[in-house]
């Protein structure tokens, strides 16, 4: 059909910041965010020298009072990664799922504290665990798939047992979401959701998250196991596949990089609760850029989550988190 709009002027909707607001197409609210938190067994509070303005929190008075702050904003879902010592870690990580670690610990204390107010997501992987760096065993200098499931099953039992209400499987290992799912009926608890990493990609903007989490590969790269980013189809198989297997909901990531993979999945599962990772080089990047004055942090900011939204993401988890609960209140649009 051919249409053409004669009388048409477009900017007519873009005269105001309210008429802007009345035609906007995509919301963000803090609903939409999942605050990433690591969690340390350092003494002190630290910062992270990669990830301007983000910090590592031992588990303690800290740890609550940031994650109060985040669900004084609004933001009232909260992911925890485990930063651990290099005498905890061996080749086949068993300290993730150690009741005596910072995630089970930080999930008790969290969960006493704030009660169902506050949804807690456990990222269940091995990298920040084993010393060669993987997310799973190595077995001849490859990663053996089948071996590492039951340790993922493992540890995915001790979070919902230290009181995670979603766990969130992320070494793409084959087979991890059934394989978790079946450990936590087992074990009692079927009302445990799992949120896969579904499509995550070998990306190279992990790099602050491993300097933060110190679960960088020692050798080799993760490229055997994490999804090639040259495809966007095969996603939507990793995501179909995740589901026949279990899981709750999914996730792409990175993000920004990969709108149209979101925006793909978002198609071909508009039933399903899907996440979008805007993992820590997105974030350093806006950072960095900002603090050499090249670029307006706050507003690019607003602009990659709203186009994280606007791809079709129902949750994003972002190191952003506060600073975007309070920039919401003032957009620059
Ligand atoms: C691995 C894991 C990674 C991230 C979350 N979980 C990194 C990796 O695959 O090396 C990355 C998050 C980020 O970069 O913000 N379990």
Redesign the pocket.
């Known amino acids: 059909m051919r249409v053409s709009f004669p009388a048409h002027r477009p900017r007519r909707l873009r005269r105001t910041r309210a008429i802007r607001d009345a035609v906007a197409e995509t919301d963000l609210s803090p609903r939409n965010l999942i605050l990433?938190v690591f969690v340390s067994e350092g003494r002190d509070a630290e910062d992270i020298p990669a990830m301007p303005g983000y910090r590592r929190y031992p588990v303690g008075e800290e740890l609550v009072r940031h994650v109060e702050e985040a669900l004084g904003l609004g933001i009232n879902k909260a992911i925890l990664?485990g930063v651990v010592e290099e005498s905890r870690k061996g080749p086949t990580g068993d300290y993730a799922y150690d009741p005596k670690g910072p995630v089970p610990r930080a999930l008790g204390l969290l969960r006493e504290t704030f009660g169902d107010r506050l949804v807690l997501f456990a990222?269940v992987?091995l990298?920040?665990y084993t010393d060669h760096g993987h997310?799973g065993l190595v077995a001849g200098g490859r990663i053996d798939n089948d071996a590492t499931l039951p340790l993922y099953a493992r540890a995915a039992v001790t979070y919902a047992e230290a009181g995670a209400d979603v766990v969130a499987p992320?070494?793409m290992m084959d087979g991890q979401v059934r394989e978790i799912r079946r450990a936590l009926d087992e074990e009692g608890y079927r009302d445990v959701a799992i949120m896969s990493?579904s499509a995550?990609y070998a990306s190279a903007?992990?790099?602050?998250?491993?300097v933060a989490?110190e679960?960088?590969p020692r050798f080799g790269d993760?490229r055997s196991y994490?999804m090639d980013p040259r495809n966007a189809r095969e996603a939507v198989k990793e995501v179909l596949m995740d589901l026949e297997e279990g899981a709750d909901m999914v996730m792409v990531?990175?993000a920004l990089a990969y709108l149209d993979v979101i925006r793909l999945v978002r198609e071909a599962v508009p039933y399903v609760p899907l996440a979008a990772?805007n993992?820590?080089?997105e974030?350093s990047m806006v950072k960095a850029a900002a603090e050499r004055g090249w670029i307006d942090g706050r507003t690019a900011m607003l602009e990659v989550l709203f186009a994280i939204r606007r791809a079709g993401a129902d949750l994003i988890l972002t190191?952003h988190a506060l600073e975007a609960a309070r920039a919401l209140a003032d957009l620059p649009f």
């Open positions: 990433p990664f990222d992987c990298c920040e997310c992320s070494g990493y995550k903007f992990y790099g602050p998250f491993r989490a679960s960088a993760r994490q990531k990175p990772y993992v820590s080089g974030y190191y």
